[in-house]
Structure formats: structure tokens, C-alpha cells
Nanobody, 122 residues
Framework: QVQLVESGGGVVQTGGSLRLSCAAS????????MGWFRQAPGKEREFVAA????????SYADSVKGRFTISRDSAKNTVYLQMNSLKPEDTAVYSC???????????????WGQGTQVTVSS
């Protein structure tokens, strides 16, 4: 079992930045990938970014490429999502997830955090 705890959400103006953190309770050979997903009110959950613990290979949704950066600190079992040039349409609950392999679909991940709210005001 892995517990994931997100932090760093908040309210920011358009064009601003936030950095989200996701701390994992432990590392395990059963999962090598960490992903960020988001869900806005009335919308389906969507993939944002993912990264592997080994090698650090990353992937992004087209909507955030060039604005968001995912990174990991293996010593701290923590994954970060640096969000720059935020837009009102980025407003959502952001959740991190852990899975065996990196993927853009929620079903590939076995463990989920509780989520953190990000609100971008216009």
C-alpha cells in the first residue's frame, strides 16, 4: 500500500505560477510511474503529466506542454508539478497517482492522493 499526499494548491491570478508536491509514503518496485491528473467541475478527469522514477522520462498533455514541468526527487519520494503561465481553464482539483508504468489513462494507476484545489482567477 502506498499513501500519496498532495500539497501546494491555492488561488492564483492568470499568468501566475504554482508548484504542486506529491509525497509518497514509500517507494516500491510495484510502481515506477507517477502521474498528475485533474478534474474540473462537471468535466471528466484528464491526464496532465507523468514521470518515471527510473530514468525520469516524462510526458505531458498537449494542453500543458511548455507551461507545466513534472519532476521527481527520489531521495524524498516526492514528485512535483511546476505550473507556469496559468490560465482560468487550468482550474481543477489536481491529484497525483502511482502506477506500474507511465500512461495517460487513469486506469493504469493503482494509488491516488486526495487531491488539491487549484483556482486560477481571470
Amino acid at each position: 500500500q502506498v499513501q500519496l499526499v498532495e500539497s501546494g494548491g491555492g488561488v492564483v491570478q492568470t499568468g501566475g505560477s504554482l508548484r504542486l508536491s506529491c509525497a509518497a509514503s514509500r517507494r516500491s518496485s510495484s510502481y515506477n510511474a507517477m502521474g498528475w491528473f485533474r478534474q474540473a467541475p462537471g468535466k471528466e478527469r484528464e491526464f496532465v503529466a507523468a514521470i518515471t522514477w527510473s530514468g525520469g522520462a516524462s510526458s505531458y498533455a498537449d494542453s500543458v506542454k511548455g507551461r507545466f514541468t513534472i519532476s521527481r526527487d527520489s531521495a524524498k519520494n516526492t514528485v512535483y508539478l511546476q505550473m507556469n503561465s496559468l490560465k482560468p481553464e487550468d482550474t481543477a482539483v489536481y491529484s497525483c497517482a502511482a502506477g506500474r508504468f507511465s500512461a495517460a489513462v487513469a486506469g493504469a494507476y493503482d494509488y491516488w492522493g486526495q487531491g488539491t484545489q487549484v483556482t486560477v482567477s481571470s
